[in-house]
């Protein structure tokens, strides 16, 4: 069994920031994918950030510049480090691991419960 728990989200003006953390547990063989996801009201679930194994990091336009994605292999942790935050950034954050468990499994994508973050103006 995989678990992926997010931490760090909350309220916050604009203008500040806040860092996100996801910490996996359990039978991990390789992740190829570690990334962000976030989902606002009445909108479909996108991608914010995400870092590949060979650690090729992809942002999403809206949050390029603002925020950094970076992985501690030895704790196992995702982060997100959220820097000037505006009222759109307001949402849902996941997290999420493209992976297998073991060699004999095939990839499969794992998601954490998510982590309400909410700006205010």
Same mark, same amino acid.
């Given at each position: $069994?995989? @678990? #992926? *728990?997010?931490?760090? /989200?909350? #309220?916050? $003006?604009?203008? /500040?920031?806040?860092? #996100?953390?996801?910490?996996?547990?359990? !039978?991990?063989?390789?992740?190829? !994918? @570690?990334?962000? %996801? @976030? +989902?606002?009201?009445?909108? $479909?679930?996108? #991608?914010?950030?995400?870092?590949?194994?060979?650690?090729?990091?992809? %942002?999403?336009?809206? *949050? @390029? /510049?603002?925020?950094?994605?970076?992985?501690?292999?030895?704790? /196992?942790?995702? %982060?997100?480090?959220? =820097?000037?935050?505006?009222?759109?950034?307001?949402?849902? %954050?996941?997290? =999420?691991?493209?992976? +297998?468990?073991?060699?004999?499994?095939?990839?499969?994508?794992?998601?954490? +419960?998510?982590? +309400?973050?909410?700006?205010?103006?």
């Amino acid at each position: $069994q995989v @678990r #992926l *728990v997010e931490s760090g /989200g909350g #309220l916050v $003006q604009a203008g /500040g920031s806040l860092r #996100l953390s996801c910490a996996a547990s359990g !039978t991990i063989f390789t992740i190829n !994918t @570690r990334g962000w %996801y @976030r +989902q606002a009201p009445g909108k $479909q679930r996108e #991608l914010v950030a995400s870092i590949r194994s060979d650690d090729i990091i992809n %942002y999403a336009d809206s *949050v @390029r /510049g603002r925020f950094t994605i970076s992985r501690d292999n030895a704790k /196992g942790t995702l %982060y997100l480090e959220m =820097n000037s935050l505006k009222p759109e950034d307001t949402a849902v %954050y996941y997290c =999420n691991f493209f992976m +297998q468990r073991s060699f004999r499994e095939e990839r499969l994508s794992y998601w954490g +419960q998510g982590t +309400q973050v909410t700006v205010s103006s």
